[in-house]
RNA sequence: GGUUCCUUGGUCAAGCGGUUAAGACGUCGCCCUCUCACGGCGAAAACAGGAGUUCGAGUCUCCUAGGAACUACCA
């Protein structure tokens, strides 16, 4: 069996769409599902949309993912280089569309915007392109004197215009258009770079590319590269085609979403394993059941045959599902170094912030959930006392002022204020009373939260509070019940 | 408009000619429980429609409908 070869070839424009990130993880997956080698191309061929940081956000985004490549600009396998504009700096791809002239296959163009705007269309209100082959029609010497008299030029494939051409994807099986839908694509932009079309066919067989990876978008022209592997006579590569990621509303994820780049979701306060977890199910499916998987086990199952075929929408919902299993089992301390800047700035007072962080790790999905589950411990909100009552409970605000007004010495002689000991003392309260526990605990709790729910139970709170501050709540609850019943 | 692709519960999806049509998220209910969460148990919820082929169709074929992508000197 021949090295599989897959790459990832961004361009450096932006942040990291999910769909890129999907794309890079199965192209990875592929590679080391069988061994092979994994290489990052950058495609920066568009000078108007490059922006330079976005080389640091590919190189961040895929560590943190922990796609590792085996090749790419900063590890050279003998195929660099492996930045498009440094491959274009070295006439590579002139060199081959030169190749392409020579043969027939392509052509200069000199047609200017204006003559270009004549062919557009318009509609249903979107534009439509095509060409009509003008310049192929260029007698050699018009050509020579054009190329001399140093007019701007692009170069043009020339496409067949009867017959069809057939493709075949992995996923989608095989694709047949009649090649009179096929356009003249361009190769080579009057800047000299060449276009998306081309650099990715040349690079990817000069790179000995075997499987190209890449998102459903790129289904339709497909059969137009076709064409230039076959005018070159070079082999093509197995095509695997991932289905689109959307939005609720079934189009293409757009940065208006809030959640279309993994930047993004990391800045949410996403894990990166669960993001990675995630977008691999989104699209694909495991032979067996099950949803959580490291990136190591997906290597071992991924098997690119189970792609699906039809758009998956994101759902965030499931997300934080994924990413809230991710944080119940991450090791504990691990948790409390990602959960501490969010314990700290909502907690002021003194308080044993690992006991907080032990409290909240089972109730959170992402760590932002962490300050509105336990802002009550650094003040007690405002609340209304009709939080006293319940009915599973069988309290009221009236026997909650009952209730906690005999509770008051008790904690008041209380020293050790250690969760046991104060469940101890309340359970001896409950039983010489002979009520049922809630009937005690939940005024307790709500004196000493101002919460509905909190994480952790009345002596729990407590302890974390400490006794000065727990009998401070304690009476401020009697009195804003007494103020309230009178 | 044209081309191409897609169509199983709200969402992700299994299924690959014979199943009571999995499972997960979400929703709801019950249990556990010092509230909530975790955990456990359970429920509601789907083959877009129509013709064929076949003893038998979610699975194969065709048509219709709906959706999406592409249709750039962007990738």
Same mark, same amino acid.
């Given at each position: ?11 450096? $424009? ?20 069988? +061994? ?8 920066? $061929? ?5 922006? /330079? ?24 396998? +003998? ?62 010497? @018009?050509? &020579? ?16 215009? &009867?017959? $069809? ?36 066919? *040349? ?8 499987? *190209? ?39 293409? !994820? ?14 949410? +306060? ?26 190591? @086990? ?44 969010? !314990?700290?700035? $909502? ?23 962490? /300050? ?90 407590? &302890?974390?509070?400490?006794? %000065? ?12 019940? %007494? &103020?309230?019943?009178?």
């Amino acid at each position: 069996m021949t090295n599989i070869r897959t790459r990832f070839a961004p361009s450096p $424009t932006g942040r990291m769409h999910v769909g890129n990130l999907r794309t890079a993880l199965y192209a990875y997956l592929i590679a080391k599902h069988e +061994g092979g080698t994994f290489i990052l191309r950058i495609e920066d $061929t568009d000078q108007e949309r490059f922006v /330079p940081e976005a080389l640091g956000i590919i190189y961040r985004s895929l560590e943190e993912a922990g796609i590792g490549h085996d090749e790419g600009p900063d590890k050279d396998g +003998g195929y660099g280089p492996y930045v498009q504009s440094e491959r274009q700096a070295q006439g590579i791809y002139m060199k081959y569309a030169k190749q392409l002239i020579d043969q027939g296959d392509a052509y200069y163009c000199f047609c200017d915007e204006e003559r270009l705007s004549k062919l557009k269309k318009v509609i249903n209100g979107k534009e439509v392109h095509f060409y009509d082959k003008h310049c192929l029609h260029l007698s050699k010497e @018009e050509v &020579e004197a054009n190329l001399a008299a140093g007019k701007p030029y692009v170069i043009r494939m020339n496409m067949p215009t &009867e017959g $069809t051409t057939t493709f075949h994807d992995v996923i989608y099986g095989d694709i047949t258009v009649n090649n009179d839908e096929l356009e003249d694509l361009i190769l080579i932009k009057s800047d000299g770079f060449p276009t998306y079309n081309f650099a990715n066919v *040349v690079d990817d067989h000069l790179m000995k590319i075997t499987h *190209v990876v890449r998102g459903n978008e790129y289904l339709s022209s497909a059969p137009k590269y076709n064409r230039i592997y076959e005018a070159f006579g070079w082999d093509i590569p197995v095509y695997v085609h991932c289905p689109l990621i959307t939005d609720e509303n079934h189009n293409k !994820l757009s940065k208006r979403s809030g959640h279309s780049s993994f930047e993004d979701l990391l800045e949410q +306060g996403f894990l990166p394993e669960a993001v990675v977890n995630f977008v691999a199910l989104c699209g694909w499916s495991p032979e067996e059941d099950r949803e959580i998987y490291s990136l190591d @086990e997906l290597v071992k199952v991924f098997d690119y045959r189970r792609i699906s075929k039809s758009p998956a929408v994101f759902d965030y919902t499931k997300l934080r599902w994924m990413n809230g299993e991710y944080i119940k089992k991450m090791d504990f301390d691990a948790f409390y170094e990602k959960a501490k800047p969010f !314990l700290e700035s $909502t907690i002021h007072r003194s308080m044993d912030l690992k006991k907080v962080a032990g409290m909240v790790q089972s109730r959170i999905e992402i760590f932002p959930d962490i /300050p509105e589950l336990i802002d009550f411990l650094e003040e007690v909100p405002d609340y209304e006392i009709e939080l006293y009552r319940n009915k599973k409970s069988k309290t009221t605000p009236e026997t909650s002022v009952e209730v906690l007004k005999e509770l008051l010495p008790v904690f008041e002689q209380q020293e050790d204020y250690s969760n046991d000991a104060l469940f101890a003392a309340l359970k001896q309260y409950v039983s010489e009373k002979g009520c049922k526990n809630g009937y005690a605990m939940w005024p307790l709790r709500i004196a000493v939260s101002g919460k509905q729910s909190t994480p952790g139970g009345a002596s729990e709170i407590m &302890e974390l509070l400490g006794k %000065e501050e727990s009998l401070k709540r304690i009476r401020a609850a009697i009195r804003k019940l %007494e &103020e309230a019943l009178a």
